[in-house]
């Protein structure tokens, strides 16, 4: 099993197959810039996220995306999963959009 370490120095134990990248998301918002508060049932879905881990990409198809970048993807990609307490995405390269 590959470790990966993140910008925090916290040791990431899982490792993405294949075309599949793992993503953060970005914390959703709990203000309105008024300053009402959003409760949880009407909170919007992050739809960007910073890159913590990938895979080795197809052959003859290397991985666009690395480690660090933040990349926008769409509101019901991928696949949610819960580690060490953290909320994570993992889905297909193909599924993400664009780096910012």
């Given at each position: 099993?590959?470790?990966?370490?993140?910008?925090?120095?916290?040791?990431?134990?899982?490792?993405?197959?294949?075309?599949?990248?793992?993503?953060?998301?970005?914390?959703?918002?709990?203000?309105?810039?008024?300053g009402i508060i959003i409760p949880?049932?009407?909170?919007?879905?992050?739809?960007?996220?910073?890159?913590?881990?990938?895979?080795?990409?197809?052959?003859?198809?290397?991985?666009?995306?690395?480690?660090?970048?933040?990349?926008?993807?769409?509101?019901?990609?991928?696949t949610e999963l819960k580690f060490?307490?953290?909320?994570?995405?993992?889905?297909?390269?193909?599924?993400?959009?664009?780096?910012?």
């Amino acid at each position: 099993m590959a470790y990966i370490k993140k910008k925090n120095m916290e040791i990431l134990k899982i490792k993405p197959l294949s075309d599949r990248v793992l993503i953060e998301p970005s914390p959703t918002e709990n203000m309105t810039s008024s300053g009402i508060i959003i409760p949880d049932t009407a909170k919007e879905k992050p739809q960007e996220g910073i890159v913590v881990a990938v895979g080795l990409g197809k052959k003859n198809e290397p991985l666009t995306v690395k480690i660090g970048n933040k990349v926008l993807y769409g509101k019901y990609s991928g696949t949610e999963l819960k580690f060490n307490g953290k909320d994570y995405l993992i889905m297909r390269e193909s599924d993400i959009f664009a780096i910012i």
